[in-house]
């Protein structure tokens, strides 16, 4: 299938300019792409060689320094063999794979903010079945949208905007330490994807019970990114319409057509995916653990893991 289906519009100047922010030029990341690729050519406990841009948005997550980089690239594929639960039936062809898609909307707006992020919309698409849904389907979700970016994207920093209209506390009671724990562990430990915004909007009462665990897991700095509104004006406050989905009141398009590009774009990537499905690290061939410790996930992992609540 030709892969004509655009998701994300990207600023001429953007590459540059955040490079610029390193201390880096485009040709110097380059090199630096390079000087990794020879790196995982000697890991032999990791499964391929990343192509150039992959290696590139990980430089990127990693403010360019490459000794971060390396560990990044190592748990992007360390989670997979050590944390087999999160990858289960993670492929999009799967059939819970594809019944995410029709209840809840997970997408990115296709302009940039004028800092250069890439904003998250995740909102409930069928209001009625919402409460039978796992959150960890969720999250692999994500992973999978995470996978289409790295290629495509250029990954500077988020800002998610969680629209809670049509949740019930039932559902949200199933964002659970144990959880959270795993999609901030997910998003810190393995893509480093700075985090600029959180904005909860359509807000309900049980959210702040959320919010309390969210404080004791999370740095003081990064809680204070979080916004709850009742509802979604404050967006327009910070956003240009035209980034905006119609939903919102802006002139981009709706989160429903936005959101009819994905099973497209899955199709474009079914051969990557169903690769990822068999790549695994090969612990016997690992040379050394990396000196920010490639185990750390899994140690967030099955400490929260143990974690019971009523």
Known sequence: MPKDTELFSIQS????????????????LAEDVLRLKNWIKDQHHLPEILDDKRVQNFLILNKCNIEKTKVKIDMYYTFRSQVPDLVKNINPRCSIMKEVATLVYLVFLPKMTKDMYRVFVAKCRTKDKLDQIDVYDVLKTA????????????????????D??????????KLTPTFLMTF???????????????????????????LTIVKALVTPKLFGRIHVCKDANILKEHFPLEMLPKDYGG????IEELHELYPLKYQEYQDRFDLLDKLRVNESLR???LADGNDEFLGYHDNFKKLEID
């Open 287 to 289: 040379p050394a653990r």
């Open 143 to 162: 992973v999978n949208l995470q996978e289409i970016r790295l290629k495509e994207d250029i990954m500077f920093g988020d800002v998610i905007i969680f």
């Open 13 to 28: 100047n953007a590459l540059s300019s955040i490079v610029k922010v390193y201390n880096k030029t485009e040709e110097s």
């Open 184 to 210: 901030i562990t997910l998003y810190k430990k393995v893509y480093s994807l700075p985090l600029k915004g959180v904005y909860l909007i359509n807000s309900v009462p049980y959210v702040e019970t959320i």
């Open 251 to 254: 002139t981009e398009k709706s």
């Open 164 to 173: 809670l209209e049509g949740t019930s506390v039932r559902f949200l009671s």
